[in-house]
């Protein structure tokens, strides 16, 4: 059994307009709901043995507020370039090339990218994954070689507004 577990940045900042957009920080909203998600997904139980994210500052300052939230060694996040704007097939890459050992994987990311991913998982799932939106599955397989869609179960499907 595989846990699959996406996780969109969280809200990022436009405030200067002379950042590029992989060094746009979060914004104050980002600043309050990454940590936020980060208890949701420890409270699902959702356990990464290895997280990756895309190296804009948006998504690794998501990933590293979150893996604090859910005890996850900070000095262990990777980066991984394929994560930044990638498409499905990237994303999917990203993910077969996982070492099997790790059983579950959490992934940091953006749109589209994420939202495509999303229903190549869960097909209908939802027409926009939000920021800081979190979608997590179980893939009853014993490797990443997703290529094929995989038959996955909807384990969590949360953002900072569904409980608002």
Request: no cysteine; glycine share 6%.
């Amino acid at each position: 059994m595989k846990t699959l577990t996406l996780v969109r940045h969280a809200k990022s900042s436009w405030k200067d307009n002379s950042l590029a957009d992989r060094d746009r920080p979060l914004n104050k909203r980002g600043e309050r709901d990454a940590p936020d998600m980060g208890r949701r997904i420890a409270e699902a139980g959702i356990r990464p043995s290895l997280i990756v994210s895309s190296p804009a500052v948006r998504a690794w300052t998501t990933a590293k507020a979150v893996a604090k939230e859910i005890g996850y060694p900070s000095e262990f996040l990777q980066r991984d370039r394929d994560l930044y704007l990638g498409s499905l097939s990237d994303i999917l890459d990203v993910v077969v090339a996982q070492d099997n050992g790790f059983n579950s994987l959490m992934l940091f990311g953006h749109n589209p990218g994420f939202t495509d991913f999303a229903n190549y998982l869960v097909p209908g799932l939802t027409n926009n994954v939000p920021t800081a939106g979190v979608v997590s599955v179980n893939i009853d397989q014993d490797d990443w070689n997703l290529d094929e869609q995989p038959a996955a179960e909807l384990v969590l499907y949360d953002y900072p507004k569904k409980r608002a």
